[in-house]
């Protein structure tokens, strides 16, 4: 078992960054598949991105592709989530999520330990 805990949200203005962290204790890190997904309010939560257990193959919903990147820290058991040119429809709570399944999925339901939650607003 892992247990999740994301930091790194708050409020920016339109255009500009933040990197979200998520810190894993339990279970060895590096054996995860790490995600992150989001939900706006009254919106469905959504996948944002994953990253395998070695960090080197990556996937992106299309919606933040190319001003999203998540990298890992095994040595750190952190996962990162670098949001650039952020628009008001990144507004959203950002979940990390993390699975044993071998592959990256966009499917939040083969994620099987989730974090809390980190507020992201991003104004106009």
């Known amino acids: 078992q892992v247990q999740l805990v994301e930091s790194g949200g708050g409020l920016v203005q339109a255009g500009g960054s933040l990197r979200l962290s998520c810190a894993a204790s339990?279970?060895?890190?590096?054996?995860?598949?790490m995600g992150w997904f989001r939900q706006a309010p009254g919106k469905e939560r959504e996948f944002v991105g994953a990253?395998?257990?070695?960090?080197?193959?990556?996937n992106y919903a299309d919606s933040v592709k190319g001003r999203f990147a998540i990298s890992r820290d095994n040595a750190k058991s952190t996962v990162y989530l670098q949001m650039n040119s952020l628009k008001p429809e990144d507004t959203a709570v950002y979940y990390c999520?993390?699975?044993?399944?071998?592959?990256?999925?966009?499917?939040?339901?083969?994620?099987?330990?989730w974090g809390q939650g980190t507020q992201v607003t991003v104004s106009s």
């Open positions: 999520a993390a699975t044993t399944r071998a592959y990256i999925s966009p499917n939040l339901g083969r994620y099987d330990y």
């Open positions: 339990g279970r060895t890190f590096s054996v995860y598949v």
């Open positions: 990253i395998n257990q070695s960090g080197g193959s990556t």
